[in-house]
């Protein structure tokens, strides 16, 4: 089976950075990547996501703090979040997505993601 293990979630001041992972047990190179979030009593959203060509996609509540990136080499996804603030609170999902089905679906466990005021 496919695995998406998150890591760097933890609990920040508002202003602060987190940089957060994942590590897939299979190669990304095909896959569409991205972080997702969901915070209590709210619909999951997209955060950022990156092609397999490198083209990246960023919420508008977060373009211009959050950074995605790809390292094919590592199977390995990274979202770094600077300017947090309390609204980012979310538990944090990693996503893989063939890039030729939506069939080939797979999601992370999820880190919490804490920003206080």
């Known amino acids: 089976q496919v695995q998406l293990v998150e890591s760097g979630g933890g609990l920040v001041q508002a202003g602060g950075s987190l940089g957060l992972s994942c590590v897939a047990s299979i190669s990304i190179r095909r896959y569409h990547m991205g972080w997702y979030r969901q915070a209590p009593g709210k619909q999951r959203e997209l955060v950022a996501t990156?092609?397999?060509?490198?083209?990246?996609n960023y919420a508008d509540s977060v373009k211009g703090r959050f950074t995605i990136a790809r390292d094919n080499s590592k199977n390995t996804i990274h979202l770094q979040m600077n300017s947090l603030k309390p609204e980012d609170t979310a538990v944090y999902y990693c996503?893989?997505?063939?890039?030729?089905?939506?069939?080939?679906?797979?999601w992370g466990q999820g880190t919490q993601v804490t920003v206080s005021s």
């Open positions: 996503n893989a997505v063939g890039e030729w089905s939506k069939r080939y679906d797979y």
């Open positions: 990156i092609g397999s060509g490198f083209i990246t």
